[in-house]
């Protein structure tokens, strides 16, 4: 079987010509020279990128003019393959399909590649003199696989960390801004975090049982809440009703055990304090909004 789909490598060449830097700059990192197999369609990927790198306008003289200059216009410049880039610029190719038509060639060239690294392991297998090692074997099979995972086809390309540094700084600079993320509602905790809770970070907290961390929790849910920001808390071990306990004690002012065996009753002050929570339309809108979320015990 062919790991190829040349179907799907035209539509990404007629997405480059038709919609420019603009598609481009959407499956970079995804594809490459080597995602496409036939040799042809490769030049015109390569004539297309200088193309759109150069914001230029994709058609036959300018994809001659670009082959010219990496040199290879004589491939280019065949009949057929002018006939087959005219052919491209008509191709019905819709911009929101170009990224998907990337990954499919994308992904036949990680199973090709697959396929090369599995080659390799048959080799080293039929090596095999009997004098190895267990692990030695293994190593034989395992070292080719991590290889090929560390390459990282995916896309991705490794690089230097101070590439792109100037740019960045500039960025910032024109950018100001107060804080990046979400404020947990503690400065100190907001500094550690680089900036409160950042999009796309998973931030944990660990620590002994009993120390604090869902008191943290309910106080951040509670703060962000009431900056009108909806508020999912997810808890796989305390009940829904130590949660209310917590977070009507963080808002009444009154110690949590007494909110717990009700004992504030006894207490007018704090009975009323209690029972504003209910009466207050902000209180009853972090309530809302952070304990009827709550999903208490899941598992």
């Not at 090709?112 to 003199?129: C, F, G, H, L, Q």
């Not at 009507?248 to 504030?264: N, S, W």
Request: hydrophobic share 40%; net charge negative; charged share 25%.
């Amino acid at each position: 079987m062919k790991l190829s789909d040349i179907g799907a490598e035209r539509a990404v060449l007629a997405g480059l010509a038709n919609y420019g830097l603009e598609s481009y700059v959407e499956i970079m990192d995804v594809v490459s020279t080597s995602t496409f197999t036939d040799t042809t369609n490769q030049v015109i990927y390569d004539c297309l990128v200088k193309i759109a790198m150069e914001d230029g306008v994709a058609d036959i003289p300018s994809i001659i003019s670009a082959a010219k200059s990496l040199g290879v216009d004589e491939i280019i410049s065949t009949q057929n393959n002018l006939e087959y880039i005219a052919d491209l610029m008509q191709y019905p190719v819709d911009k929101r399909n170009v990224m998907r038509f990337a990954l499919q060639i994308k992904k036949f060239e990680f199973a090709r590649n697959a396929k090369k690294v599995t080659k390799k392991i048959e080799k080293n297998v039929d090596s095999i003199s009997g004098d190895e090692s267990i692990d030695e074997i293994v190593s034989m099979i395992e070292m080719p696989l991590i290889d090929f995972l560390r390459d990282d086809e995916t896309g991705e390309r490794p690089k230097l960390i101070s590439e792109g540094v100037d740019e960045y700084l500039e960025f910032v600079i024109e950018n100001k801004c107060d804080q990046l993320g979400l404020s947990t509602g503690f400065a100190n905790f907001d500094h550690v975090l680089g900036g409160g809770l950042r999009r796309a970070c998973v931030d944990v907290i660990s620590a002994r049982p009993g120390v604090g961390k869902s008191v943290i929790s309910d106080n951040i849910a509670i703060t962000n809440t009431r900056n009108g920001i909806p508020t999912l808390m997810v808890d796989t071990e305390m009940k829904v009703d130590d949660h209310y306990n917590r977070i009507l004690a963080h808002i009444a002012g009154v110690p949590q055990d007494e909110i717990a065996t009700g004992r504030f009753a006894d207490d007018e002050e704090k009975y009323i304090a209690v029972r504003k929570l209910r009466q207050n339309s902000k209180v009853c809108h972090t309530l809302t909004n952070v304990l009827l979320a709550n999903l208490g015990k899941v598992f």
